[in-house]
């Protein structure tokens, strides 16, 4: 589908179905739809996810994402097949006090940007998780916009799970071994557990030695060497969590 996403001047709707509900929904849609529709069902999901689906006629609209999980920690942002999979490392890190928010996309073209940009602003942090190369995937796009338009909302940097940039192997181990897993998504996403209430060691608030560290990871500095600036943060004119995150942004780059 990588073709169609890069294709100019027309306007084609690109569908990725991730359950039975959906399934039957948007091929209503795009039945309807007036343009060219590329509808999409990945061959793993067969007989593998099961619901019940209305019996009723109706049609779920493009461009509108579905929450798959409510969560408070992390927000995966997926699609067709992947939607399961982070499903599953999200149930098994409910055992370890992270909460996972899963967004299913439904559809590429258009994609519902607002619905992304609202889960990250309430957990702070993005995982993009989808089966496509590393480079030149989808998600590269999603982590793009994350990074410009939410970029305040973000305690961490934005993630990409997705396969190798290699051919996609024949023998079902090593095609295994390519695509993301469970583990994947549960490794990454295991880092973002929410803080204790209170205060951090050094007596910050914990929204603000997230920040904090969110920054130090990203570039390598020591934590500490940020708290003189941490003075600086001007107080009662913005959030305290916001004014950190400016405040440290503007020590990396003047």
Request: glycine share 6%; charged share 25%.
């Amino acid at each position: 589908h990588l073709a169609m996403l890069s294709r100019q001047g027309m306007r084609d709707d690109l569908v990725r179905t991730a359950t039975p509900a959906d399934a039957k929904g948007l091929i209503v849609s795009a039945i309807r739809d007036p343009n060219p529709v590329l509808y999409f069902e990945h061959k793993h999901l067969y007989r593998r996810i099961k619901a019940e689906v209305p019996d009723e006629r109706y049609a779920t609209p493009f461009g509108k994402a579905r929450v798959h999980r409510e969560g408070d920690d992390v927000s995966v942002i997926t699609w067709g097949a992947m939607v399961h999979t982070a499903d599953e490392a999200a149930q098994q890190l409910d055992a370890d006090g992270v909460s996972v928010e899963i967004i299913d996309l439904r559809t590429l073209i258009p994609w519902d940007k607002q619905a992304v940009l609202e889960s990250v602003a309430k957990t702070s942090k993005a995982l993009v998780l989808h089966e496509d190369t590393h480079t030149g995937g989808f998600g590269a796009e999603i982590a793009a916009t994350v990074a410009e338009e939410a970029f305040e909302d973000l305690d961490a940097p934005v993630r990409r799970i997705a396969a190798p940039d290699t051919p996609v192997p024949f023998s079902p181990p090593l095609e295994k071994a390519h695509l993301p897993q469970v583990e994947d998504v549960s490794e990454p996403a295991r880092h973002h557990r929410k803080p204790p209430p209170g205060r951090a060691p050094d007596g910050l608030p914990w929204s603000v030695a997230r920040a904090i560290e969110g920054r130090r990871r990203l570039h390598g500095y020591g934590c500490r060497s940020f708290l003189p600036h941490i003075e600086e943060i001007p107080v009662g004119i913005a959030e305290p969590e916001t004014a950190a995150r400016r405040i440290l942004w503007g020590v990396y780059f003047g």
